[in-house]
């Protein structure tokens, strides 16, 4: 669509995606419709891993070379000595 209206404003894409959307039938937006519900439960699924994940690091749980880190600054502060 931008080839064929180089310098179009975005207003006027989204007005004209929008026009295009209509003029289809209900066969044709269902091609259209379930990859998208398939992606979004998929980023449903994401959000609740990163919500569970953000439960852990509150409830003093440790993200991965966290502690690895902490134990390197310790030995550093142990050679200086």
Same mark, same amino acid.
């Given at each position: ?26 066969? /044709?937006? =269902? ?6 519900? $398939?992606? +979004? *439960?998929? %980023? !449903? #699924? @994401?959000?609740? &891993? ?5 439960? /852990?690091? =509150? ?6 070379? $966290?502690? +690895? *880190?902490? %134990? !390197? #600054? @310790?030995?550093? &502060?142990?050679?200086?000595?």
């Amino acid at each position: 669509m931008l080839a064929e209206n180089p310098g179009i404003a975005f207003t006027e894409v989204g007005k004209e995606l929008g026009r295009r959307w209509g003029l289809l039938s209900a066969e /044709e937006k =269902e091609a259209y419709k379930q990859p998208a519900a $398939e992606a +979004a *439960a998929g %980023e !449903e #699924d @994401k959000a609740e &891993d990163d919500d569970e994940d953000d439960e /852990e690091d =509150e409830e003093g749980g440790e993200d991965e070379g $966290e502690g +690895a *880190a902490e %134990e !390197e #600054d @310790k030995k550093d &502060d142990e050679e200086e000595e």
